[in-house]
């Protein structure tokens, strides 16, 4: 018998996170809630501004990785991004955590 390895999965998105943002990230969401396994991670790290088009985006992929009975969490939340998915109570449906794996991984390898 084989088992499916799941695998945890981390997007970074840079940038305003808006309305064309959403639209060029699409494609990358679409492949990774319908072919991707495991969970993922979107680090916002980098991720300045973000809009309802954004947020609207987050809430969808949520949704169908939930779905799939897949976990998205969100990372790395700074300034406006932060305080806007604060506001909205986005972070009491999607788990937000403080700071992203490949962070985590530099921090525990004492760089």
Do not use: C, W
Request: proline share 5%; hydrophobic share 40%.
């Amino acid at each position: 018998m084989s088992k499916l390895k799941q695998t945890h999965q981390t997007l970074m998105i840079q940038g305003p996170f808006d309305a064309l943002a959403a639209e060029k990230l699409r494609p990358e969401f679409d492949r990774l809630a319908t072919h991707g396994s495991g969970d993922l991670t979107l680090d916002l790290s980098g991720v300045d501004f973000i809009d309802s088009s954004g947020i609207g985006a987050i809430v969808f992929l949520y949704k169908r990785m939930l779905g799939q009975k897949r976990r998205l969490e969100v990372s790395g939340l700074e300034g406006q991004p932060r305080d806007l998915i604060r506001f909205l109570r986005i972070d009491r449906t999607i788990p937000v955590v403080e700071r992203a794996p490949a962070e985590l991984a530099h921090a525990a390898n004492g760089a």
